[in-house]
């Protein structure tokens, strides 16, 4: 579901069974992407081609900056400068100070079946084109108990997580009843992401880190990894998951 063009085929020298040919393979595209807030430098990102207003909105979401949509003014993309400006209304505190940041409990009580689950890691890596073509993506989705609602694959899969929170926050949809899917480990960095978006589940097809599960045991979200075929395994709050 992301935009643009996320690879291109260059040249090779190919090596096989003692043989070297030229071949031709294709490698995943990367730009340089500046953030402003409030015309002011923010930082940059190295990602994907795409889906840059749901990066900027989902860093600063991740980033405990914005809160609500209503705090966005505008957002204006300036692909051919490798630019984004993000208008917020400032309050009185500092924006650049993540002074947002502190987490609040996850309370959602939304239960999800088994199947429902591995259903939902199976259309990720039915729908990870770029990932079976390149094998240089991450891919990260929202999803409920029935389909994957957005999608997105990038580089980085910081910035896959950013573009699908991102979308979610400017679309204004509830997430108390979905769950993010991964197809990378759940780093703490991405459990913080879904704690300050108040995501109640994080399915993943592969490993969480321990502060990851640390923190989603404090905070009440659930962590399903190595969910692959017919089996997964449940790290924390398993009460949401059924059979």
Known sequence: MANGVLYQKRKVIKYSKGC?????EPIVKEIQLEIYLNDIYFNSLSCSPGGYSELAAGFLVSHGLIQRSEEIKEIKCREERGNVHVQVFLSQENPLSDTKSSFK???AHEIFRAPELL?????LEERSDVFRITGGVHNAALGNREKLITMYEDIGRHNAVDKVL????????PVNDKCLVLSGRVALEILVKAARSGIPLVLSRSAPMQMAV????????????FARGD??????????VVL
Not at 20 to 24: L, N, S, W
Not at 119 to 123: A, C, D, E, G
């Open 105 to 107: 409990p996850v309370t």
């Open 231 to 240: 089996r997964f395994y449940i790290y924390t709050n398993p009460q949401r």
């Open 20 to 24: 070297f040919e030229t071949a031709e």
């Open 166 to 173: 991102g979308w979610t926050f400017l679309n204004n949809i």
């Open 214 to 225: 640390d923190l989603a045991e404090e905070l009440g979200i659930s962590i399903v990894g």
């Open 119 to 123: 259903k939902l890691i199976s259309l």
